[in-house]
């Protein structure tokens, strides 16, 4: 089993920034994807950003240019995120899966952390 936590949620004001981290522990092989979703109340679950296990990211269009996602080790991973906006809140998760590719569909992703909460106030 692999468990997933995540850290750095919180309340900022529009255009501010937040660093969100990411850290598993348990089985965990070296070779595997890690990515980020979202989820608004009422809203269906959101890729935001992932990044394969050989360091190439990929982004949503809403996250590309004002996010960036990296990856500090093979258990670790956080989401820099700048200009934020209203649209922005929601519950943000890590999701982490042992295959080769980066894939925006929640299904794909074995394990998941518990979220935390980001709100962009206006």
């Known amino acids: 089993q692999v468990q997933l936590v995540e850290s750095g949620g919180g309340l900022v004001q529009a255009g501010g920034s937040l660093n969100l981290s990411c850290s598993a522990s348990?089985?965990?092989?070296?070779?595997?994807?890690m990515a980020w979703f979202r989820q608004a109340p009422g809203k269906e679950r959101e890729f935001v950003a992932g990044?394969?296990?050989?360091?190439?990211t990929y982004y949503s269009v809403a996250a590309k240019g004002r996010f960036t996602i990296s990856r500090d080790s093979t258990k670790t991973m956080s989401l820099q995120m700048n200009s934020l906006k209203p649209e922005d809140t929601a519950v943000y998760y890590c999701?982490?899966?042992?295959?080769?590719?980066?894939?925006?569909?929640?299904?794909?992703?074995?394990?998941w952390g518990q979220g935390t909460q980001v709100t962009v106030s206006s």
């Open positions: 990044v394969a296990w050989g360091g190439t």
């Open positions: 999701a982490r899966d042992p295959t080769a590719v980066v894939y925006d569909t929640p299904s794909r992703y074995r394990y």
């Open positions: 348990g089985r965990t092989s070296s070779r595997a994807i």
